[in-house]
């Protein structure tokens, strides 16, 4: 999405050759017409998979998940991140390792929002090693739903997360593709022509 | 705000005479179409005050405030909640005590993205005592910038937080004013016709 890799070239700061900060549009400060963009061109993407929920992370997957929400007329549901929980009957949980963080949190949605006939689309702002993606994706298998597939605003390709996502058997459709951030310059991963 | 009452109506779920829990389509399951004309309502109530960008709190607020956000054509930033902070330079912390967690966390905006010419209207999902709200008037005005208002989507009319924030010289717009939880039922404030 050419949009938004112009964003990240003017706007994204390099913090280190794995860390990208981009809260100038997505993590902090957010841009609303590029949500929205960012919101259709999921539309598209998944477009004739009968699509029935969407589902995020808070904080920062809330907007974009909203805005493809919007476009396919569905209900959106964010999952909340907690430090640990004691058991309880109504609601699913994973545990998702953040590396950024260093730290486990309990990813939860609650069981009455969830069903066996939802085709779910995942929608997460950032896909680094794929551990928030695949958290959401074992909630909705625990639903028995479907993973319609995984959407994606900003990938780092050179880490592990697209290609444990493909592996675990799900599509992941990521709007932008950095390839590398090493001598603190954002390059993409250069798409083949079909 | 008629589609919200009956939304209110038909899904809230009162808990007690002081907790709404309303889950299904503002604080878990968000309804994304409902949220447009949330969005929608807020620019009508807050048209001609100049608005240069909209500022909420994590996580709820994100999804009202960034369809405020694109009706404004303004950016939105969402101010982050921490449990507590050491002294930084280039951010903004007001402390904000949570009635229903029963702590305080520190809320922090970057100072990269308030600046003194900038007019800002002040979103969250609800209003109880008004501690979210003033804590983010404080920041706005630590940046120097002029708050132009406070829309709320849910207000709890019960409860002191409207009252402090006209007492402090705010504009309060909220969506929805509910005069009561007692005895399990949801009442509200009738407004007088002009």
Known sequence: MKLLQDKVLNEGIVLSDQVLKV????????????????????????????????LTIESSGIAPAIMAALEFEVPMIFARKQKSLTLREDIYVEKVYS??????????????FLFPNDKVLIIDDFLAHGEAALGLAKIVEQAGAQVAGIGIVIEKSFQSGAQRIKDAGYRVESLVRVASLSEGKVSFVTEAVH
Chains 1, 2 share one sequence.
């Open 23 to 54: 809260d100038s549009f997505l993590n902090h400060q957010m841009d609303p017409v590029l949500m929205k963009e960012v919101g259709r061109e999921f539309a598209r993407l998944f477009e004739g998979e009968g699509i029935t929920k969407v």
């Open 99 to 112: 590396f950024t963080k260093q730290q486990s949190n309990d990813v939860t949605v609650s069981k009455k």
